[in-house]
């Protein structure tokens, strides 16, 4: 009798100092666009292979729309954390949303130009005159075409822009209706599918434009920073995982996403394309912000009439929690 006594005694005191440990917090990753589109990949890596669950966290993701309305809903405290594009917060700071960005996911532009190879346009210029597609004329593909088109000499009204959002751009691109677009990895990779030859310009050559970001109200950020060193710390942790093994990246991914079943190879090469024309190579690198660059990009935005004020730059980002993650 004392004995089995003593062993539930034990039992309960071991079950006391567990309970804490095994107490997850419970937030909400707010995205921009679908969760299971491949850009969205570190996330979904994070959440079910555990990182997020390792820092603590129990995180739930939903879907917003667009960046901006990412940035709103996380900065009225509708979601402790989001997604949207390095510049965001330049943007939505001008209108008094108190949002920053809190890591960088990648070291070059999330968007690119690509142009049908068989419609005969040599570089930029050649775009005059022709039809291109962007996401919508408040999207990021939007600016960093204006901003590419800026660098040859050639404005909004020199170019044919439709905005026809993500399956529009596909398909028409792939049908011949328009001849360019301004856009992702995988979209690119889609119409490469279907068997349609691309040029692709990166924009990272001629403007600084930004990766997508991890967005963080200044109110968390000040009064819950380990929810959001637990976040990037999480998410850096999986591009790690893309950069050192895509294929093995890829095969996690689509185990965990059913929408991509059966299309690990496609996965691979799309994963590919992100760490060549977006993440980079170097793991360590993911997640700090330039302020030169940042205040590059405002100071375009603004000349343009993009955003109607400058906001301090440092003010838009932080970097303290990318250098605890990365150590």
Do not use: C
Not at 90 to 106: F, H, P, Q, S, T
Not at 120 to 137: P, R
């Amino acid at each position: 009798m004392m004995k089995t006594l003593r062993t539930l005694v034990a039992a309960a005191g071991v079950m006391a100092l567990a309970g804490p440990a095994l107490a997850m917090e419970k937030i909400t990753y707010l995205f921009p666009a679908p969760d299971f589109l491949p850009s969205f990949a570190p996330q979904q890596l994070a959440k079910h292979k555990g990182y997020f669950a390792d820092e603590g966290l129990e995180v739930a993701f939903q879907v917003g729309k667009g960046g901006a309305d990412v940035a709103k809903q996380v900065g009225v405290g509708n979601a402790e954390v989001g997604g949207g594009i390095g510049d965001t917060p330049l943007i939505v700071r001008a209108n008094g949303i108190d949002v920053k960005g809190v890591a960088l996911l990648g070291t070059k532009s999330l968007t690119q130009i690509n142009i049908r190879e068989d419609a005969g346009i040599e570089g930029l210029e050649g775009l005059k005159g022709k039809s291109v597609g962007v996401l919508s004329y408040q999207d990021t593909t939007y600016y960093n075409l204006l901003a590419a088109l800026a660098s040859v000499g050639l404005t909004k009204n020199d170019v044919d822009i439709q905005a026809v959002g993500p399956s529009g751009i596909i398909q028409l691109m792939i049908s011949g209706d328009i001849v360019a677009m301004s856009g992702v990895p995988e979209w690119a990779a889609a119409i490469r599918g279907a068997g349609v030859e691309l040029e692709t310009i990166t924009i990272n050559s001629i403007f600084p434009a930004m990766a997508q970001a991890i967005l963080a109200s200044d109110e968390t950020v000040a009064e819950r920073p380990e929810i959001v060193q637990g976040v990037v710390a999480g998410i850096t942790r999986a591009i790690g995982d893309i950069i050192a093994d895509p294929a093995q990246a890829a095969k996690d991914y689509v185990s965990f996403v059913p929408q991509h079943e059966g299309k690990e190879a496609e996965i691979e090469a799309i994963m590919r394309a992100y760490i060549d024309l977006v993440y980079g190579e170097d793991p360590a690198a993911i997640g700090p912000f330039d302020a030169a660059r940042m205040k590059e990009v405002q100071d375009f935005y603004v000349a343009n009439d993009l955003v109607r004020e400058a906001v301090p730059v440092e003010e838009a980002f932080t970097n303290q929690f990318v250098t605890q993650a990365t150590n």
